[in-house]
């Protein structure tokens, strides 16, 4: 089946520090990837994506590689900000519908 | 303009009351999807419908029943309401079906049961 695995939060880090989350996952197919980002009190938005193996998702900063030969889609930042304060979601994205793993909270200290 | 909105945003009921969440997109996407969010932040899709016809069901109970009057619109009734149904609840929606389609999240509707 399909399933994807984060590595537990809670993640704090100092302004400035060097960001990984790691995540692995379970398919059949060929899924795309995704993280979504949730900030305190609001709903989820997409982050990055990659559909196809080897390839690599980036937005502000962040960015991810869709590695079919470790299944994994860890996602980095070189040096994060107290506004990256959020909790962070790897998603296996399926024909119709997205698996979420279990979310990886995220507090950066000034 | 808000892509995709939900409401109420707050919803306080007691046990066993049937109560209804409202989702709109104003994106003309095809797919809608109701996902459900623990007190732990774990996200579960609930259902999906695409052109108004439901295409997933993820073996939730059967108090809970989406609407679809149109593309734009799916809403959420939920029966007799007991108290493991509180959660925060999100409507998302895609352009289609195809795995590399983003869905867009509304924000949310937090559900207490009393």
């Known amino acids: 089946g399909n399933s994807v695995t984060q590595m537990e939060g809670p993640v704090t880090l100092s302004e400035e520090a060097f960001l990984t989350i790691n995540c692995t996952y379970t398919a059949t197919g060929y899924p795309s990837l995704f993280w979504y980002v949730q900030y305190p009190g609001e709903g989820l938005q997409l982050l990055l994506k990659a559909t196809k193996a080897d390839d690599k998702g980036s937005n502000k900063g962040f960015e991810a590689t869709y590695r079919k030969e470790t299944t994994s889609f860890h996602l980095e930042k070189g040096s994060v900000q107290v506004s990256d304060s959020a909790v962070y979601f790897c998603a296996l994205g399926p024909l119709g519908k997205l698996i979420f793993g279990q979310g990886t909270e995220l507090s950066v200290k000034p | 303009d808000t892509a995709v909105s939900q409401t109420p945003k707050y919803l306080v009921t007691q046990m066993g009351n049937d109560k209804s969440i409202k989702c709109e997109q104003n994106?003309?996407?095809?797919?809608m999807y109701w996902y459900k969010q623990d007190s732990k932040k774990f996200l579960k899709i609930m259902f999906s419908?695409?052109?108004?016809?439901?295409?997933i069901n993820e073996t939730v109970p059967n108090r809970f029943s989406p609407k679809s009057p149109d593309k734009a619109h799916l809403n959420l009734h939920i029966n007799s309401l007991e108290l493991g149904d509180s959660a925060v609840y999100f409507c998302?929606?895609?352009?289609?079906?195809?795995?590399?389609?983003?869905?867009?999240f509304g924000p949310g509707t937090r559900l207490t049961v009393l």
């Open positions: 419908y695409n052109n108004k016809e439901l295409i």
């Open positions: 998302a929606s895609s352009p289609g079906q195809e795995n590399t389609d983003t869905q867009y």
């Open positions: 994106l003309g996407h095809d797919t």
